[in-house]
């Protein structure tokens, strides 16, 4: 199958072709003839499928062929401002060719941008990618109109949830037409994302790309460890490998700025990555990961959904993620749409049962990995065992965003005006 089957709009197809893909993922497939025949959906799709394109490619097409001037059409509704910067990205690149305007609405801004946000709400523009938050401030001034909208994206609808944004997004949704196209898309189908798609689909069709697996060209390895040999683990892998690209995920904010210290004293070239960093500081990072110029990233979470960074060789999980979602998330940074990757995770003794348990959800057995002697003896690995808690290591050793046809080609803007025809 190529995106020529699907009937998309000629500019459509040519901003296909310039982002590089060639034929529909599995998901595409699917998902992309459902949406063009006006189809409610409910759609659970891992991280790195190409799920993205699946709803912006037929939006696109949808927001050109019933296209209304001065009213909004389009909404996706996203958990984080890392995810609307991405998925902006891509709208960039795959309507480059269009005259579909969109904007990206998430906080941490500054007024100016609010002024634009403002101005684009109350003129109209065809697509709007917001997070929950900065989209009720917006509606509680008023200016809003939302009941001309015909097309309702929420992605990652569980992470939402999650985080606290389900009276945010239900006012949201109020606001809008029941009329519309609604397309739900989470990694994970716990109750109440079912209630909520109850609540706001009609009908919908339900797509089940794959269980929560992480892809097959990530190499899985762990490291069974004891808390203190950890960070000389690090050292010991990043002198070992030479990777231009390295992420190494924490679940604590404390922990990330602890070891990015301890790693820029040791003379690594590494940042770090969580939410007390401001915007401004947080894209500064960012755009030098995405350079090059900075190899090794400590990160909470907040960079395990949000970024699309090709050719990530490696992830380390510095702690075991708390469940299966987080973990294939994390580890989905690496291999995604065509290369492979790495990801490495170190167990401690405590994590060894949670470590088990992400082990079944993803129905496979992470390779164990024997320890640099240098580290001292660890533990053995016994997920299923009763323990105590504070377990020590048992060896003497120290464990150590119109148109312009005039540009020269899809960028990447940080909060993208609307495009005007
Ligand atoms: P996602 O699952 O939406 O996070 O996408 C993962 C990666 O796959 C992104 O880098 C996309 O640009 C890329 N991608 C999406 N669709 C395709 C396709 N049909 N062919 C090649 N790469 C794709």
Redesign the pocket.
Known sequence: MD?NAFGFDEGLLEG?LS???????P??EQVIPLIMQGKDLIAS??????????FLLPLIHLLISNKQDKHISGLIIVPTRELAI?IAQ?ME?LSYFTDVSFISIYGGGDGNAFVEEKRALINGVDLIICTPGKMISHLNMGYVKLQHLKYLVLDEADRMLDMGFYDDIMKIITATSPARQSLLFSATMPDRIRMLARKILREPAEINIALSKPAEKITQQAYVVYEPQKQGLIFHLLKQFQFRSVIVFCSRKQVVKQLTRDLKKAGFKADEMHSDLEQAQREDVMTQFKARTLPVLIATDIVSRGI???DIDLVINYDVPHDGEDYVHRI?RTA???ASGMAITLISDSEQGRFGKIESLIQYEVQKMPIPESLGAGPEYAPHRKRSSGSKPHSGKKPPFKRNPNKKGPSHPKNPAPKSS
């Open positions: 995106f296909i982002s590089g893909y060639k034929t529909p993922t998901i595409q799709a891992q991280t790195g499928t190409g799920k993205t394109a699946a991405q891509h690149g699309d960074i090709e989905g995604r749409a065509s």
